[in-house]
């Protein structure tokens, strides 16, 4: 089979990462990304799944207090300037 030399873009400190771990493996980068795309060919799509991070509780806590915030503003304090809200959050300390 031909090979075809190919461009990729990445940048130097990820490369630098994998090179090293591929080394433990006895293989350079050309070789995993042609494992890669062989795989990929294979499964017919990515041989992992791509996924989001879900947030976590704290985050979604914090999404529906914004949410409410949004919705009902006359619940929560609210200051003209930070020199204001600074005085007050002092105050409490």
Request: zero cysteines.
């Amino acid at each position: 089979m031909a090979k075809v030399s190919t461009n990729i873009s990445i940048d130097a400190e990820t490369k630098a990462k994998a090179q090293v771990l591929l080394a433990d493996f006895g293989m350079d980068l050309s070789t995993a990304v042609n494992i890669f795309l062989k795989q990929m060919i294979y499964e017919g799509s990515f041989p992992f799944s791509i996924t989001r991070d879900n947030p976590n509780k704290l985050t979604l806590d914090a999404m529906k207090e914004a949410e409410d915030m949004a919705r009902s503003p006359e619940k929560y304090k609210s200051y003209k300037d930070v020199d204001s809200m600074m005085e007050d959050i002092l105050s409490e300390i």
